[in-house]
T-cell receptor
Framework: GAGVSQSPSNKVTEKGKDVELRCDPI?????LYWYRQSLGQGLEFLIY????????KSGLPSDRFSAERTGGSVSTLTIQRTQQEDSAVYLC???????????????FGEGSWLTVV | EDQVTQSPEALRLQEGESSSLNCSYT??????LFWYRQDPGKGPEFLFT???AGEEKEKERLKATLTKKESFLHITAPKPEDSATYLC??????????FGQGTELSVKP
């Protein structure tokens, strides 16, 4: 696709429910990243994928958070038993690879706005 | 621990008043420094990547520079449409992009 696509763009859910957030990276991009941005805060790293594997899961806040990527393309971030503190914008990004070299830019989607009530 | 600190947190300028934003960093093996622009309700928009000390890049009214400890984003004769939050991020050896808290820039006509 032309850019990183995320869905849903907005989600309101009740506390305790599970939610799934989807990211469709730029075609051909092998690296995919998930970040969280709370209101007025900077971007917090959650996890990144190189292909279908996740070398670094250290940013996931708790075991209620999980992510998977299949076919080296679409990724899903799942939050189980949502809490109010999970309310934030969840941003996905992609790049050609994780090895940094000239031209390997990381592009972001517009984010999924999650509100837990 | 890898860390990125941006200053000031907020900056108010008059149209045409040039200034600079600072990004100080400590990182284990810098593999690149990124600048992004973020408008309210939008995802970060890529501006520049700098790879080595002494490197400079320009785009319209923006110029980014890099030293071994910090990066500056210089804004020359800003316009109201330059108002946004500017984010700095460093890419470390582990493949993680670590962001600063951002500088919220407001340019008044």
């Amino acid at each position: 696709g032309a850019g990183v696509s995320q869905s849903p763009s907005n989600k309101v859910t009740e506390k305790g429910k599970d939610v799934e957030l989807r990211c469709d990276p730029i075609s051909g991009h092998t690296a995919l990243y998930w970040y969280r941005q709370s209101l007025g805060q900077g971007l917090e790293f959650l996890i990144y994928f190189q292909g279908n594997s996740a070398p670094d899961k250290s940013g996931l806040p708790s075991d209620r958070f999980s992510a998977e990527r299949t076919g080296g393309s679409v990724s899903t971030l799942t939050i189980q038993r949502t809490q109010q503190e999970d309310s934030a914008v969840y941003l996905c990004a992609s790049s050609l690879a994780t090895g940094l070299h000239s031209g390997n830019t990381i592009y972001f989607g517009e984010g999924s706005w999650l509100t837990v009530v | 621990e890898d860390q990125v600190t941006q200053s000031p947190e907020a900056l108010r300028l008059q149209e045409g008043e040039s200034s600079s934003l600072n990004c100080s960093y400590t990182v284990s093996g810098l593999r690149g420094l990124f600048w992004y622009r973020q408008d309210p309700g939008k995802g970060p928009e890529f501006l520049f990547t700098l790879y080595s000390a002494g490197e400079e890049k320009e785009k319209e009214r923006l110029k980014a520079t890099l030293t071994k400890k910090e990066s500056f984003l210089h804004i020359t004769a800003p316009k109201p449409e330059d108002s946004a939050t500017y984010l700095c991020a460093v890419y470390n050896q582990g493949g993680k992009l670590i962001f600063g808290q951002g500088t919220e820039l407001s340019v008044k006509p």
